[in-house]
T-cell receptor
Framework: EAGVTQSPTHLIKTRGQQVTLRCSPI?????VYWYQQALGLGLQFLLW???????NRGNFPPRFSGRQFPNYSSELNVNALELEDSALYLC???????????????FGSGTQLSVL | DAKTTQPNSMESNEEEPVHLPCNHS???????IHWYRQLPSQGPEYVIH???SNVNNRMASLAIAEDRKSSTLILHRATLRDAAVYYC??????????????FGAGTRLTVKP
């Protein structure tokens, strides 16, 4: 069974540009989470999608946005890139069976974004 | 949101047990305790989770204090492959849109040969 796949693996952009990152969840998983991990830091929660709907977003400006498609894949869009957006962007998928507290997240390997 | 507190770093010797602590003094009755770990250059992976009773699986054990204000992840015999950042996370069982999975800074475990 294929795991969570993210593309591209690496990306270099310049300040002010826009970027789209993609995530394909594990087959059958309906929830997708996005996280930002700056170098040497912990994971910062960005967005949570479930069944095509945005369930919650973290403390990030509106230029960070995304969507989830009917096949449960997801995109993360970042507009007007800034230098501090340089980070590893991680996607995770899950299937909620029963209570959300029993949900296990499965992570991809991430997209490393460098903003110059 | 209920928060967790973990030491920034810990060291262990190979083949010795490791006890990774987590404090969550504001935990609510419906919060589950989840542990994930992140190996170098990888996304995090699930380790274990529990509510009140101690839990065991093939990777680790989770010991939960009687008052639930702290928990300990136990690696019974550390290997070099266990060197990672370990995250302790609380997640509310009641669901809702605010019930996302938020990671803190975690504990960086170094395993010495």
């Amino acid at each position: 069974e294929a795991g969570v796949t993210q593309s591209p693996t690496h990306l270099i952009k310049t300040r002010g540009q826009q970027v789209t990152l993609r995530c394909s969840p594990i087959s059958g998983h309906t929830s997708v989470y996005w996280y930002q991990q700056a170098l040497g830091l912990g994971l910062q929660f960005l967005l949570w999608y479930d069944e095509g709907e945005e369930r919650n977003r973290g403390n990030f400006p509106p230029r960070f946005s995304g969507r989830q498609f009917p096949n449960y894949s997801s995109e993360l869009n970042v507009n007007a890139l800034e230098l501090e957006d340089s980070a590893l962007y991680l996607c995770a998928s899950s299937l909620v069976e029963g209570r959300p507290s029993n949900e296990k997240l499965f992570f991809g390997s991430g997209t490393q974004l460098s903003v110059l | 949101d209920a928060k967790t507190t973990q030491p920034n770093s810990m060291e262990s010797n190979e083949e010795e047990p490791v006890h990774l602590p987590c404090n969550h003094s504001t935990i609510s009755g419906t919060d589950y305790i989840h542990w994930y770990r992140q190996l170098p250059s990888q996304g995090p992976e699930y380790v274990i989770h529990g509510l009140t009773s101690n839990v065991n699986n093939r990777m680790a054990s989770l010991a939960i204090a009687e008052d639930r204000k702290s928990s300990t992840l136990i690696l019974h015999r550390a290997t070099l492959r266990d060197a990672a950042v370990y995250y302790c996370i609380l997640r509310d069982a009641s669901g809702g849109n605010n019930n996302d999975m938020r990671f803190g800074a975690g504990t960086r475990l170094t395993v010495k040969p």
